[in-house]
């Protein structure tokens, strides 16, 4: 008996220790999706709220179709209506008669609403198809927000209850969300800056991302080349998992999309080419030039996806040179500081209406770009495949690596024991000229 209570507190104890690792970044340890609740008026029967979704992530944004937002109310409330998103279903709102709420739901499900709705159904911030970018890239268009009129709730601080059970579809699974704590009411600003205002109750929730949980293979994969080897390190087989392998594409990318292959699909979906790492995205990482105190890295994204453009992608590389970067070409780049002092990591990311959207597989579905970095002598080397990254990840998905004794060595002879064999071989054979006559 004893030894099962010591298995199973033993269990317990793993179980909570996993699931605090599965959602931990190393590489962005505070990012983070949160929502707030501000309510900014009482109504006779409710509030009226601004809910602000803010990503705070680093690298890692919301694509389309965008994200989703649900909870569980803790009393019978009623959305009344809403300014900027709406419900995606109305509920069973048969008891009310003459003015019927916006939704009746006990758990309701809440989206963003598509650009160009009418003036008087926006909000700040809203109407973007529940996009939001990375909190690193665009810190601005990271935000988005709505208006909720909730009624038979409380009507004072004290008989208010928050909403529990928050959920965060970003547009597919893996994040999971805490519970709904009160803050310190947020202040405003008037537009001149003049008079400053508060929410008259705040609550904010806090969503974090797991790789783990969002799907069983990665989504992408890292192969290497060098100028001082002739092999190619391609991508692991199998890197994204081969269990559609099937159902991969094969043939001419142009006369698939005439025959309707392209057409993207809700639940976004891969139909990737046939590979043998059968991965929707391949990061090549090329070592092209070594001068005395520069060298020179050529980084190629291809997209091996039929149905999917990548809109603001990020790539994320970690590599000890990046703390010494020169100059990077045809892509934006941002050093990441996830621990203040250590400066290992940086972002990669697509110049705006020039390629920031990595195209659909195909003729234009690849980014290039070159990076030069100056040396530090003391810690620069071509050995032991130090030139190539310890961590990559493309939009916030980290890549699956080749393993380390496939990397492009250098060959068994250096320039320099190459010269000093020359040396040794020109001496011998004098020698022996020598001996001989």
Request: hydrophobic share 35%; with cysteine; charged share 15%.
């Amino acid at each position: 008996m004893k030894t099962q209570m010591k298995f199973l507190i033993a269990a317990i104890s793993l179980s909570f220790l996993f699931s605090s690792i599965v959602a931990y970044d190393s590489l962005d340890p505070n990012g983070n999706i949160t929502i707030k609740w501000d309510i900014m008026t009482w109504t006779p029967d409710g509030y009226v709220a601004i809910v602000t979704v803010n990503n705070f992530q680093m690298y890692r944004h919301i694509m389309s179709p965008g994200w989703t937002v649900g909870w569980t109310w803790a009393k019978k409330e009623v959305i009344w209506s809403m300014v900027g998103a709406q419900t995606t279903e109305q509920g069973d709102c048969s008891k009310f008669k003459g003015n019927i709420p916006h939704c009746c739901n006990k758990k309701p499900t809440v989206v963003d609403l598509l650009p160009g709705v009418p003036y008087n159904q926006q909000f700040a911030n809203c109407c973007k198809g529940g996009v939001l970018a990375a909190w690193g890239q665009d810190p601005q268009a990271s935000v988005s927000a709505f208006q909720v009129s909730v009624g038979q709730a409380g009507t004072t601080n004290k008989t208010v209850r928050l909403p529990s059970n928050f959920t965060l579809l970003g547009p597919g699974p893996g994040y999971t969300c805490g519970p709904a704590k009160t803050v310190p009411p947020t202040n405003f600003l008037s537009p001149d800056l003049r008079r400053k205002t508060q929410a008259l109750m705040t609550w904010n929730v806090t969503c974090t991302y797991s790789q783990f949980l969002a799907r069983k293979h990665p989504s992408c994969c890292v192969s290497f080349s060098s100028f001082y080897n002739e092999t190619i390190t391609p991508c692991p087989s199998c890197a994204c998992g081969c269990e559609n392998k099937n159902k991969c594409v094969k043939g001419d990318s142009k006369l698939l999309s005439v025959v309707g292959v392209n057409t993207p699909r809700k639940d976004n979906a891969p139909l990737v080419q046939c590979t043998h790492h059968m991965c929707p995205v391949r990061v090549h990482w090329h070592v092209k030039t070594n001068y005395k105190e520069y060298w020179r890295v050529k980084i190629a994204v291809t997209n091996f996806n039929y149905r999917m453009n990548y809109t603001q992608w990020t790539l994320v590389v970690q590599h000890p040179n990046l703390n010494n970067v020169t100059h990077v070409f045809s892509f934006d780049y941002k050093p990441l500081l996830p621990y203040g002092s250590i400066n290992d990591t940086g972002m990669f990311y697509g110049m705006k209406f020039y390629n920031d959207m990595l195209m659909e597989a195909g003729e234009f579905g690849n980014v290039q770009s070159e990076v030069l970095m100056q040396k530090d002598t003391n810690t620069f080397s071509l050995k032991e495949g130090w030139a190539f990254p310890r961590k990559v990840y493309f939009n916030g998905e980290e890549c699956t690596l080749p393993p380390p004794d496939s990397y492009p060595f250098l060959p068994n002879s250096t320039p320099s024991s190459r010269t000093f064999n020359s040396i040794f071989i020109f001496f011998m054979v004098i020698f022996s000229m020598v001996v001989m006559s």
